[in-house]
């Protein structure tokens, strides 16, 4: 164990000895271009430790050996500066720019002829004398005018016919300007018809309109069978008969306009409505089921929207009809005592299936007198 660790020493220092003088000094003055020559030492040193240790039992191999003596790996020398930059070449010189040839000269511009002398302006002739005015002949009498001849009569522009037997049909028809419209059957409607053209005449023929589900909506304006925004005629002695407990027959609005002729009309509260427009009662029959109260129930058959009453802007003109219940003389509809009719007119008051009835009649020689007569002492 001595001599391996004399061997040791020595190895130790034969490293330390190469690595300090790159193997030259301890090769004998011997240049070592390679790593052979000092591991050729290195076996020559492991033999003789393999020899002196020989019998021992503890004999390492070479690996194991070179392992036990290596030495700790040294720290990495710092990196060496780089090099400088070598300088830049010199720039080769540009070309030369050939030369520009020469611009040719402008040749000259060629004398202005001279200008010409103006010709004499020739005498002006002397102006003949003007001869005298003849005399002016005798204007001749002037002929009588014929007598001119009477213009002829112009004739009434004839309406757009149309036969409507169903809602649709209809309710479009009433929307032309000038149209006549001719009901062709019964006619069930769900939705209120509205009548916007103007002029327009619907002759029911002896027909019905009626609505068998309700069609009143208070939000929307739907009050009625017909909805008159436009200007209506109604003719033809039909019907319009609206649900129990729903809807009007007829509502006036938007200043439309709408006369009757004939025709039965059975209502609800209000057989007309004008809520803002003009109606003229001609003729017809007209009744309520459904009663504004116990104690009027009829005396709303033909009613207007109160302010629309009072600002002139709804109006209603009783001519002629029949009514049940309902005296257009002498009604609440616009407050007491309201009077629907026209000047001369009055009411006669009958009875049938014992139900009051009120029609409208001329007044008598009588009757104006009387009128006059408290007219005078009531503004006495």
Known sequence: ??????????????????????????????????????????????????????GSGNTLNY????????????????RGLPGERGEKGDKGDKGERGEKGEKGDKGERGEKGDKGDKGERGEKGDKGERGEQGSAGERGEKGEKGDKGERGMHGKRGKTGFAVCNYNSLDAAVGIDDAYVVLCDDIVVTDDIKVTGKNVTLDLNGHKISNEQDIWDQDIYRWALITVSGSLKITGNGSLIAKDNDCFCVTVTDGGKCVIESGTFVGNIHAVYVYDGELKVNGGTYSVVQKYSAARPDDYVLNCYDQSYRDGKSKITVNGGTFYGFNPENCYAEGANTNFLADGLTTEKTTADGKTVYTVVEKTVEEDNSTDTSANQSSD
């Open 63 to 78: 690996d194991e050996w070179l392992a036990s003596i290596k030495g700790e790996k040294g720290d990495r020398g710092e």
């Open 1 to 54: 164990m001595k001599f391996k660790n004399i061997i040791t020493v020595s190895l130790c220092a034969l490293v330390s000895c190469s690595a300090a003088f790159g193997l030259s000094a301890c090769n004998n003055g011997k240049e070592n271009s390679d790593s052979s020559s000092g591991s050729a030492f290195a076996a020559e040193v492991y033999d003789a430790y393999a020899n002196g240790a020989n």
